[in-house]
């Protein structure tokens, strides 16, 4: 007889599935390794059929069609990849004011992964007690205008909390963002009987000290999860080439036709149009800055 669950969290070869309430401890059955040959038969997020070997024990017996995967390079090669959760709908994108500093160009590189996994995303900048960047009205402008949900709160006093948590429910969420920018402490908020361990920030570097060391996913209150996840750097732009990068900022469409050049890359071509609508105030000058420095990372 088998059980339905969801994968929660993973340890090795060894995967926790939530099924009718409890948590059990599951080893993966060998077909199911070799029913697929993805670097990841079972990943956090993936429905389950398991039997049970004892009350908290048991067998992945089947994995269940992904509707959608977040994905990363590998870690044993560039080529393949790596899914880091599966069936969520939603990503936010999170970034700190402060400790760590803003960086709006990881904003950006998340929003295209988003895209990438078919997930709808939504920025969140955390920390608003530490202070206002002067960034901060042209991001909120700039992601309005892209029809992007921006929320701007701080976990530690609760400011901005409601529509947040009103945009996760119902909803199954990733939280994507840098060590140290509060991702586990907004979750022990959203829910406090919780207790996630939250990391400091080293005074010396201004960085988190990559506190969360697993992909884990927790059921809210009021239906959807949120999926937890260690401070991710290289969230895989897999397999986007340079002149795909344009693409990815909608804002930039109606202009790309209208370079001098064909094949204008829009960095340092006379006569671009796209950086003629960044100087006529059309396109956001941080969105364009954020697009070069992807440009120029791949
Ligand atoms: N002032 C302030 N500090 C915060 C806020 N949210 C989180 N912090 C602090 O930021 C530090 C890092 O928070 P974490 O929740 O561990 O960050 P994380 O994103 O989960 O980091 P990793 O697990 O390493 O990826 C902790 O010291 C938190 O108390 C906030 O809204 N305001
Ligand atoms: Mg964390
Ligand atoms: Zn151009």
């Not at 071509?269 to 941080?286: L, Q, R, T």
Request: glycine letters at 10%; hydrophobic letters at 40%; charged letters at 25%.
């Amino acid at each position: 007889m088998t059980h339905k669950g969801i994968v929660v969290r993973g340890h090795g070869k060894t995967f926790i599935v939530r099924s009718e309430g409890k948590d059990i401890s599951c080893e993966v059955r060998g077909k199911v390794k070799h029913a697929t040959s993805a670097t990841t038969p079972v990943a956090v997020g993936d429905d389950v059929l398991i039997s049970l070997n004892s009350e908290n024990t048991g067998m992945i017996e089947e994995v269940g069609e992904r509707r959608t995967m977040l994905f990363r390079p590998a870690k044993s090669s560039e080529r393949k990849r790596q899914v880091i959760a599966a069936n969520i709908d939603q990503l936010a994108a999170i970034v700190s004011v402060k400790s760590p500093r803003l960086k709006p160009g990881l904003i950006d590189r998340f929003l295209i992964a988003a895209e990438l996994g078919n997930l709808e995303p939504v920025v969140v900048v955390n920390k608003i007690d530490l202070g206002r960047p002067d960034l901060l009205p042209e991001l909120e402008q700039g992601y309005t205008n892209l029809n992007i949900p921006i929320f701007i709160i701080s976990a530690l006093t609760g400011e901005g909390f409601k529509q947040f948590e009103e945009a996760l429910d119902n909803h199954r969420t990733i939280f994507a963002g840098h060590s140290g920018v509060g991702k586990s402490t907004i979750l022990n908020r959203l829910l406090p009987d919780l207790d996630l361990r939250v990391g400091e920030i080293s005074s010396s570097t201004g960085k988190g000290i990559h506190t969360t060391s697993r992909v884990q996913l927790f059921e809210l209150k009021r239906g959807g999860f949120v999926v937890d996840t260690p401070g991710l750097k290289v969230l895989g732009l897999w397999k986007v080439a340079k002149d795909e990068v344009a693409g990815y900022f909608p804002e930039f469409g109606s202009y790309l036709g209208d370079c001098r050049f064909t094949g204008c890359s829009h960095t340092h071509e006379p006569d671009c149009a796209v950086k003629k609508a960044v100087e006529n105030g059309h396109i956001a000058e941080f969105r364009y800055l954020n697009y070069l420095t992807i440009y120029n990372s791949l």
